[in-house]
């Protein structure tokens, strides 16, 4: 699981590259995502190769978890990423 550090009042986006694990010939067709209370996905791209996340939001000293299921023309992924908030 990839963690990410980002304060209360930052909107920053993050990007899931799957090029490594995609098949030749596949590629990403969409994607959901699953976001706890407290944190919200305010944007999400879709490109052949990647997601990229638009996050705001959070509590400083909380962590969140996003789970991301990716979908391919052939396969499905499952990916999280904790975004923890600190006031830095």
């Not at 996905?41 to 190769?49: A, F």
């Not at 909380?62 to 006031?87: A, F, G, M, N, P």
Request: glycine content about 6%.
């Amino acid at each position: 699981m990839k963690s990410f550090r980002k304060q209360p009042r930052d909107h920053l986006d993050y990007d899931v590259i799957l090029t490594d694990w995609l098949e030749p010939e596949d590629e990403i067709t969409g994607v959901e995502i699953e976001t706890p209370a407290g944190i919200a996905v305010t944007q999400r791209s879709v490109e052949p190769d990647r997601i990229k996340v638009w996050v705001a939001g959070g509590a400083s000293g909380q962590s969140y978890k996003l789970t991301l299921l990716i979908y391919t023309r052939s396969r499905i992924k499952e990916v999280e990423l904790l975004i923890i908030v600190v006031e830095m």
